[in-house]
């Protein structure tokens, strides 16, 4: 699914507006008839229902007015409070404020001391934020703050105007205090802030409603930002030949392990087997071969040199011979940070030709020698977690995630997967996918080499590097979210995924 801005959508409506009063009152009567409509689903029946909404001056206010007005003639009995500077309504929301006193509902004042709008609010059965829009850029505070924690603190469904109040669009970022929404209903794109940061967590089930803008206006943004969703994920991954062999799928290498994290690559190296690769190849030290070779049955264990139970820096030569002959390789899953570790991954990275996947360890490795990661005229996908990111740029607040991995992504030339809850992948292009699946179950051990074990396999199999990463992300996340459904988030584990959900998830996109 395709995603905007919020300059962007606002220069879509001031274009279709172009000062006509009677078009900007169509489109706000229509994104309230997606609002009303989304609303009343959540109810058995209007008749004895109650609705209260919080309205802001702005058009995004005029949306909820007109919601409450739709809401009212369909039977629900509604209020509707106006937070905010009443002399600050734009003409198209006071237009609505007439037509909602028709009905004989009037726009009340909002009043954070009045227990009985308070009363009214905490029993109703929808509550519609439309206090705040896309253009917020500033933290929440007064009487807006208040009546987000109203709203809060009810116990009705309540459904948000495009996005919930509070969350800024572009980033996700909580502005204060923000509104937790049951539903979101958005307008003719989605926004990234519906999907990454807090705002992944308030926007609650997201709807898209068009409201009649022209498709070709639409259609000439550029904004390659994406939102996986399933038949995206179908489209990416590469059609197998039915008479093709082991060699056509892909060989991969897989790089990890040490005397304290003996399971790491052989997870990944499962993974990569239960994800298509024709031929798969974990590379270990040579104090863990005996035990990797005994898991291994479909993989091909190989023993490496070794110091005290870690990778040697002299085993660089014989990964690098090895990597000849791969389509891919991982390198990181359990190496441990050994000074031998480091200067190996080091002189495998300056010297390969084939594309690597750079997880954990292996990403530890370049943290202050990112000179490495730039040198590489071979494609690069890092795969780090927040605290990972961190300690490899030095500094980061954590706040703009989306920016932040294509600026990344940019400026050293590589596929960024920035994991954790909505992971984004980001290209040295431009372009960047936003992840919707994955669920706290997956938060265990073993995830992080499950995830990279996919992208490998996916990429020796013969997908560009940010569609194997953004393919893989959604894949993984997918299964996790089906051993949810079967053992739970506290009791799922990586292994489940591996062994059960992976395989269904692939053979549901055949």
């Not at 702005?58 to 919601?67: I, L, R, S, Y």
């Not at 304290?260 to 990944?268: E, H, L, R, S």
């Not at 080499?449 to 194997?468: F, H, K």
Request: net charge negative; glycine share 12%.
């Amino acid at each position: 699914m395709r995603t905007g801005t919020a300059e962007q959508l606002r220069w879509l409506d001031q274009t279709t507006i172009n000062g006509d009063l009677n078009t900007g009152l169509r489109l706000m009567e229509r994104a309230a008839s997606g609002m009303t409509e989304a609303a009343l689903e959540c109810l058995d029946r209007p008749e004895g229902a109650t609705a209260v909404a919080f309205c802001g001056p702005g058009n995004n206010g005029g949306d909820g007015v007109a919601c409450a007005r739709m809401l009212k003639e369909a039977g629900v009995e509604v209020r509707a409070f106006l937070v905010g500077d009443r002399t600050k309504m734009t003409p198209d929301t006071r237009e609505n404020e007439v037509r909602l006193n028709t009905c004989g509902v009037q726009l009340e004042a909002f009043d954070p001391n009045s227990e009985q709008q308070k009363r009214f609010t905490e029993g109703a059965d929808l509550l519609i934020d439309a206090i705040f829009g896309i253009g917020l850029h500033r933290p929440l505070e007064g009487p807006a703050a208040q009546a987000v924690e109203w709203l809060n603190q009810a116990t009705g469904t309540v459904i948000a105007a495009d996005i919930p109040s509070g969350i800024e669009a572009n980033t996700g970022r909580k502005l204060g205090s923000a509104v937790c929404a049951d539903v979101t209903v958005t307008f003719t794109l989605a926004k990234p802030g519906h999907i990454i940061g807090a705002g992944g967590l308030c926007t609650g089930k997201l709807l898209v409603r068009g409201i009649g803008l022209d498709p070709a206006l639409v259609d000439s943004l550029e904004y390659p930002v994406t939102m996986l969703e399933e038949a995206c994920v179908r489209d990416l991954l590469p059609v197998r030949p039915r008479d093709g062999h082991k060699g056509v799928f892909g060989k991969v290498f897989i790089l990890g392990g040490c005397r304290d994290y003996i399971g790491a690559p052989i997870m990944a190296s499962h993974t990569a087997v239960r994800s298509g690769a024709g031929l798969v190849f974990v590379g270990v030290p040579e104090a863990i071969y005996t035990v990797t070779a005994i898991k291994c049955m479909e993989e091909m264990p190989v023993a490496l040199p070794e110091r005290q139970g870690a990778l040697a820096a002299e085993a660089a030569d014989q990964v690098l011979e090895r990597l000849e002959e791969m389509q891919a390789a991982l390198i990181g899953p359990g190496l441990g940070k050994a000074p031998g570790v480091q200067q190996a991954v080091r002189t495998i990275l300056r010297e390969a030709r084939c594309p690597i996947v750079l997880d954990a360890d292996g990403i530890n490795a370049i943290g202050n020698h990112i000179d490495v990661l730039d040198s590489r005229d071979s494609p690069t996908i890092l795969t780090p977690h927040d605290g990972e990111f961190r300690n490899l740029t030095g500094s980061w607040s954590g706040e703009d995630r989306l920016s932040t991995a294509l600026a990344f992504a940019k400026a050293h030339h590589c596929v960024l997967v920035m994991k954790g809850h909505r992971t984004i992948v980001a290209g040295p292009d431009g372009r960047a996918y936003l992840n919707t699946t994955g669920n706290d179950g997956m938060a265990k051990g073993g995830s992080g080499d499950v995830l990279g074990g996919l992208i490998v396999s996916l990429l020796g199999q013969g997908m560009t590097p940010l569609e194997a990463a953004a393919a893989a992300v959604w894949i993984h996340g997918r299964a996790g979210d089906q051993m949810a459904q079967r053992y739970g988030r506290r009791g799922m584990c990586s292994t489940d995924v591996l062994t059960e959900g992976i395989p269904a998830v692939l053979k549901g996109l055949e």
